[in-house]
């Protein structure tokens, strides 16, 4: 349906910023429609949901990053972006990009991720 890339990863002193990338390539339907979200995981801890950008434009967040990251798209260029600030050790983690087209059971299901970028934040 949809092939995600993830980009901007990088290493950086706490407080420092990044600015994540994930270009898309649609094999089926236009990509405004598709429901996109960060996710992350840190070694030996579950992924969680970062930030998360309906089509319709409705955003949410995880409370831990509510307030630092700000997430966003640009459906002429099929790309989603998540610029990060004020990043702390615990922002540590690979970062992947997500796309949904089904709502089940009270959440979009995610079966198209890209393959992740490293974020470190240091102390």
């Known amino acids: 349906q949809i092939q995600l890339m993830e980009s901007g990863g990088g290493s950086v002193q706490a407080g420092g910023s990044l600015n994540l990338s994930c270009a898309a390539s649609v094999l089926q339907g236009p990509y405004h429609i598709y429901t996109l979200k960060w996710f992350r995981q840190a070694p030996e801890k579950e992924r969680e949901g970062v930030a998360e950008?309906?089509?319709?434009?409705?955003?949410t967040y995880a409370d831990s990053v509510q307030g630092r990251f700000t997430i966003s798209r640009d459906n002429a260029k099929n790309t989603l972006h998540l610029q990060m600030n004020n990043l702390k050790p615990e922002d540590t983690a690979v970062y992947y990009c997500?796309?949904?087209?089904?709502?089940?059971?009270?959440?979009?299901?995610?079966?198209?991720y890209g393959p992740g970028t490293q974020v470190t934040v240091s102390s």
């Open positions: 997500a796309a949904a087209l089904l709502w089940h059971d009270g959440h979009w299901l995610y079966r198209n």
């Open positions: 950008i309906e089509g319709r434009g409705k955003i």
